[in-house]
T-cell receptor, first 114, second 114 residues
Framework: NAGVTQTPKFRILKIGQSMTLQCAQD?????MYWYRQDPGMGLKLIYY???????DKGEVPNGYNVSRSTTEDFPLRLELAAPSQTSVYFC?????????????FGSGTRLTVV | AQSVTQLDSHVSVSEGTPVLLRCNYS??????LFWYVQHPNKGLQLLLK??????LVKGINGFEAEFKKSETSFHLTKPSAHMSDAAEYFC????????????FGKGTMLLVSP
């Protein structure tokens, strides 16, 4: 029972480089989310998706892009990495649109931009 | 709009003493409320959730929380702290309106001393 799988676990990027953070879930959840976590700030929503082919911006979408071609996968793309994107990124999924079942989180990707 | 305020950034207790982590919320609709726990360098784990049923909610590892609408609070308690409870705790709200997503508090770090 894998749940939500994120890769890589750690990454160091140089300013201006690009990368894709991978997220996959095997629970057939329609809803998927990307959050970033910064010390003392809780988690902020970057993008979310309510199903394959449908995505929408969250609270802090600038500098990121997403796609959702399948139910299972929800990659997050950083096009021009900046130091402000140094953070821990969490992918999550949920069964219900009302989200009252809570989310299942991945173990996170720790990204450093230097 | 929804928001959540965790009233303490750090709480220190001794092992065997009660734990109280305070949370106030704001929501335009009847909310769902959650507590998540994050151990160092780990992902987030759901402790418990309130979804308009009983106002006293029991979760895992002996934690419980009480929904008080008149006080807009959802404080987390545990009668007796264990060393393994040392972690960061997040109070989370969802408005259950449309494509509502989770809004996280900034977190409370629980420190447990022997």
């Amino acid at each position: 029972n894998a749940g939500v799988t994120q890769t890589p676990k750690f990454r160091i990027l140089k300013i201006g480089q690009s990368m894709t953070l991978q997220c996959a879930q095997d629970m057939n959840h329609n809803y998927m989310y990307w959050y970033r976590q910064d010390p003392g700030m809780g988690l902020k929503l970057i993008y979310y998706s309510v199903g394959a082919g449908i995505t929408d911006k969250g609270e802090v979408p600038n500098g990121y892009n997403v796609s959702r071609s399948t139910t299972e996968d929800f990659p997050l793309r950083l096009e021009l990495a900046a130091p402000s994107q140094t953070s821990v990124y969490f992918c999550a999924s949920s069964y219900s649109r009302e989200s009252n079942y809570g989310y299942t989180f991945g173990s996170g990707t720790r990204l450093t931009v230097v | 709009a929804q928001s959540v305020t965790q009233l303490d950034s750090h709480v220190s207790v001794s092992e065997g003493t009660p734990v109280l982590l305070r949370c106030n919320y704001s929501s335009s609709y009847s909310p769902s409320l959650f507590w998540y726990v994050q151990h160092p360098n780990k992902g987030l784990q759901l402790l418990l959730k309130y979804t308009s049923a009983a106002t006293l909610v029991k979760g895992i590892n002996g934690f419980e929380a009480e929904f008080k609408k008149s006080e807009t609070s959802f404080h987390l308690t545990k009668p007796s702290a264990h060393m393994s409870d040392a972690a960061e705790y997040f109070c989370v709200v969802s408005e259950n309106s449309g494509y509502s997503t989770l809004t996280f508090g900034k977190g409370t770090m629980l420190l447990v001393s022997p």
